[in-house]
């Protein structure tokens, strides 16, 4: 009631006092409940407190920033963030005060003064400059949320990559920034080009100045836009210093790979340097198929090596490299069931070592292989009956993903999917979908599975009808009504709305559905939601502010398939999101 009060005695004044601004900023707290547990802080702020301030307009910002200092309460700071964010570029002033943030505060602050600064947009680039002078150091997460600004950032960028007065840090800094700015831009490739091309005359062997190893490790960021810079970081490459960099970029530009796989070959084999090793087996991994030495090399390398670390990063190239490395699939299957037979994180003789990112990097890489000898498939079949439901988990899936060869596991999938584990119930569907088993027998065992008591286990089982093309207006019934489920998990509700949309079924609760999922939930499921909206084409028409809202953070995963909706969507108010977007052309 007081605050009601204050609110409605503050909008009608034309001269808010500083001092009632700063009632409303405290008044942004929310206390925790009476009996709260001690130590576990609340999260959020007061709405009605922040409204009262957006509306006396920028005339806050200075006491906004002030109440941004390390000390004032979390709930302060937080409603103090999400205020300068609805005032946009007007609230340049609060950056550097924002990006200080990133550093030295919880995950809640974090994401929203980064949110607040790409509101802010290029603007805010002197305060972010200020802090990185200032910290003498390189912080990521300032590097990371500065690319986010995107490409309008930069022409600053490069002037100040330009400026032969900042130290060597601050270039370091910029330099990393350019390299992560989505969609990479011509301009930024052009002056990171130039920081190397300025660096080489007169190195020799020596230790690379500052700047220099960041704007070729940049260069491969950029990926295959980056391709004019081909031919200095071949030149470049001659440097033993800067050899191994220039490799792992000129893998991701995928240009120049038979010069790169020469120094990456040498790296994998350095006993000295497990880390040397870890970063070519990387890189060999993106080249795969394209130089003949790479898959046997990362395959003899897999089954010698002794550093789970090193054998991990391993396990994951050969899976980038996908069916062509059929030939490590022996070895990735023994590795996938190591954690099993001793202690998670142990150690053995030789290449015996157990760690669960080995574990899962295998089972993972077979996953992508998809390949299996009849051999193999009767490790993966008796992989089924495990004592270790993660293990009947993984089989069962890379079992799916091999397809229509492991067709001789569905008596076991069958009862698999009669069995006791909700789980194993919903693996065995998606499996028997996924290898194509579309006898009498699977297909009225999937009919069943559709009145399973388990949310998980009637999705997959719709789904894999689906792939089957059997009981069409049964598996949209039963979609339907997991969508209409309202206590049901989230992620249940966005496959079947997936299903509903795939099979060309109307369902006017999945719009509204699928709005909210957008809007509420983490990257992932955002992602999901934006990917399925544009499935419904323009029946998602009342999507598109939503769609709209996301296009503000240039080049991040919901964007992109933000843009993809909102081009399959079609109205003119779509089109004109797309039109209004940064970078967007039609």
Request: hydrophobic residues 45%; aromatic residues 4%; neutral net charge.
């Amino acid at each position: 009631m007081l605050l009601g009060a204050l609110s409605r005695s503050v909008l009608g004044s034309s001269a808010l006092s500083s001092l009632k601004t700063k009632a409303l900023i405290r008044a942004l707290d929310v206390p925790d409940p009476p009996n709260s547990c001690i130590g576990v802080p609340t999260r959020g702020f007061n709405k009605e407190a922040a409204e009262a301030l957006i509306q006396r307009g920028p005339v806050v910002i200075p006491d906004l920033i002030e109440a941004l200092k390390y000390g004032t309460d979390d709930d302060i700071r937080l409603g103090a963030i999400n205020v300068l964010k609805a005032f946009g570029p007007r609230s340049e002033k609060a950056s550097a005060s924002l990006v200080r943030l990133l550093g030295q505060s919880g995950m809640d602050l974090k994401t929203d003064a980064e949110k607040t600064l790409i509101a802010i947009g290029p603007s805010s680039l002197p305060g972010f400059f200020s802090v990185i002078r200032s910290k003498g150091e390189r912080d990521f997460h300032i590097i990371f949320a500065a690319a986010k600004l995107g490409p309008r950032a930069v022409p600053a960028l490069v002037r100040a990559l330009e400026d032969t007065e900042e130290d060597g840090h601050f270039r370091d800094s910029v330099v990393r920034i350019l390299g992560r700015i989505k969609p990479v831009q011509p301009e930024g490739v052009s002056a990171l080009i130039r920081v190397v091309e300025k660096a080489l005359p007169g190195m020799g062997d020596r230790f690379p100045s500052w700047g220099v190893d960041a704007a070729i490790d940049s260069l491969g960021e950029m990926g295959p836009k980056a391709r004019s810079a081909v031919p200095i970081l071949l030149e470049a490459m001659a440097r033993p210093t800067l050899a191994r960099d220039c490799a792992r970029s000129l893998s991701l530009i995928g240009e120049g790979l038979g010069l790169a796989a020469d120094v990456l070959l040498e790296e994998l084999d350095k006993r000295d340097s497990p880390y040397s090793r870890k970063r070519a087996a990387e890189s060999l991994g993106r080249i795969g198929e394209r130089d003949p030495r790479a898959i046997p090399a990362l395959v003899k390398a897999f089954e010698t090596e002794s550093e789970f670390e090193v054998r991990t990063e391993l396990a994951e190239a050969l899976g980038v490299i996908g069916p062509a490395a059929k030939a490590a699939v022996p070895a990735l299957l023994r590795a996938s069931l190591e954690g099993d037979q001793q202690p998670v994180g142990s150690k053995a003789v030789g290449d015996q070592v157990t760690d669960r990112d080995l574990v899962h990097a295998s089972r993972l890489a077979l996953y992508r292989i998809a390949s299996a000898s009849e051999e193999d498939l009767d490790v993966l079949i008796g992989m089924l009956s495990h004592k270790e439901p993660i293990v009947r988990h993984h089989a069962a899936g890379i079992l799916g993903m091999v397809g229509s060869k492991a067709r001789r596991a569905a008596p076991v999938l069958l009862r698999q999917l009669r069995g006791p584990d909700s789980a194993d119930r919903s693996d065995a569907a998606q499996a028997l979908g996924r290898i194509g088993a579309d006898d009498r027998q699977v297909i009225a065992a999937l009919r069943e599975s559709l009145r399973d008591k388990d949310d998980w286990v009637r999705l997959r089982s719709c789904e894999a009808l689906t792939r089957l093309h059997a009981e069409k207006s049964l598996v949209i019934e039963v979609y339907a009504r997991l969508l209409a489920d309202e206590r049901g998990n989230i992620r249940v509700m966005i496959g079947a709305a997936d299903g509903l949309a795939g099979l060309g079924a109307a369902e006017p609760r999945a719009i509204p559905f699928l709005i909210n999922a957008l809007e509420t939930l983490d990257t992932s499921g955002a992602m999901d939601a934006a990917r399925i909206l544009g499935l419904y084409g323009d029946k998602a028409a009342q999507a598109v502010p939503a769609l709209a809202r996301t296009l503000v953070v240039e080049g991040s995963l919901v964007e992109q398939e933000a843009r993809k909706s909102l081009k399959s969507i079609g109205t003119p108010e779509a089109r004109k999101a797309l039109l209004i977007a940064p970078g967007e052309s039609l």
